[in-house]
């Protein structure tokens, strides 16, 4: 399965990349199963999904939980809390 990744804020800044699109192992099927295998994908993944409890996750432009089933051909973004006034 390919999808399109897109990551913003700090965790941009981390891994170091505004997007990517990746083939992904057959293995990995919902978001955790994803913020697990990034991780595995180098140092800079690693730093940036660290806690990935908190990252914050958007499929197709609408926020979904870390249990949502990935996308055939989809987009996922990646982003941390964001707080604001």
Do not use: C
């Given at each position: ?33 994803l ?30 939980e ?17 707080t604001?006034?």
């Open positions: 399965m390919t999808v399109k990744l897109v990551y913003f804020a700090w965790v941009r800044e981390r891994i170091g990349l505004p997007e990517e699109t990746v083939d992904l192992p057959a293995d990995v099927k919902t978001v955790t199963d913020l697990a295998w990034l991780k595995t994908r180098g140092e800079n993944y690693e730093t940036a999904l660290e806690r990935s409890d908190v990252i914050r996750v958007a499929i197709n432009q609408e926020h979904a870390h249990t949502a089933a990935l996308p055939r051909n989809g987009e996922v973004a990646l982003f941390p809390p964001m604001g006034g």
